[in-house]
């Protein structure tokens, strides 16, 4: 069986309630085809919400045992979890 290519998903400037509905189709696809990295690096502003999706849907892939990586945490990322304490869930993911 071929290795799935990895499939890129780039976050908005935006990461609120209003984006999560599209940014979670976009991931339910992504995560159908494969390993999923996911471009965190433009997110300005970040909903706790959208942390714990985003926590999901590593589990999802995880079970599916396709790899799931977050790429490039921005400031408001890397903030978002810290202050959360997130943080050691995010470590297994998280990704320069």
């Given amino acids: ?35 999923v990295d996911v471009d965190a690096s433009g997110v300005e502003r970040v909903s706790t919400n959208a942390l714990f999706m985003l926590l999901s849907a590593a589990q999802t892939a995880k079970k599916a045992k396709f790899a799931f990586t977050i790429s490039g945490a921005s400031t408001a990322v890397a903030a ?10 995010f470590e297994p993911v998280l990704k320069g």
């Fill in 1 to 35: 069986m071929a290795k799935s290519q990895v499939q890129s998903v780039a976050l908005p400037r935006i990461v609120d309630l209003d984006a999560l509905d599209d940014i979670a189709e976009t991931l339910i696809g992504a995560l159908s085809a494969g390993p």
């Fill in 80 to 89: 978002a979890i810290e202050k959360l304490g997130l943080k050691p869930a």
